[in-house]
């Protein structure tokens, strides 16, 4: 059974940093593509950011763009979001998201994705 488990959320004043972590239960060589999504009360699920584990190919949400880093340890099984210049817009929930194949559409459309983790809370205050 394929379990995604995020860590590191927390609460941080604006222009501060974050690092979350996704722990993979199975090599993450092994998936095609993982992702970082988010949602805040109210609003729709968001691709915050995306890399293809073989090629190591990232892309990014343009709200994120030059503040994120989406990165993999595959020593680790463990996917990564730096987060740095946090804004209040981005607190949200935090969710980790792979997918095993090659083809599915978009990469921040949820429905591309089939395993999910369980989400970290983020909160940054003004």
């Known amino acids: 059974q394929v379990q995604l488990v995020e860590s590191g959320g927390g609460s941080v004043q604006a222009g501060g940093s974050l690092r979350l972590s996704c722990a993979a239960s199975?090599?993450?060589?092994?998936?095609?593509?993982m992702g970082w999504f988010r949602q805040a009360p109210g609003k729709e699920r968001e691709g915050v950011a995306r890399i293809y584990t073989l090629s190591g190919s990232t892309a990014y949400a343009d709200s994120v763009k030059g503040r994120f880093t989406i990165s993999q340890d595959k020593a680790k099984n463990t996917l990564y979001l730096q987060m740095n210049s946090l804004k209040p817009d981005d607190t949200a929930i935090y969710y980790c998201?792979?997918?095993?194949?090659?083809?599915?559409?978009?990469?921040?459309?949820?429905?591309?994705?089939?395993?999910w983790g369980q989400g970290t809370q983020v909160t940054v205050s003004s």
């Open positions: 199975r090599y993450i060589s092994s998936y095609y593509l």
């Open positions: 998201a792979a997918d095993l194949r090659s083809y599915g559409g978009s990469w921040s459309t949820g429905s591309r994705y089939n395993y």
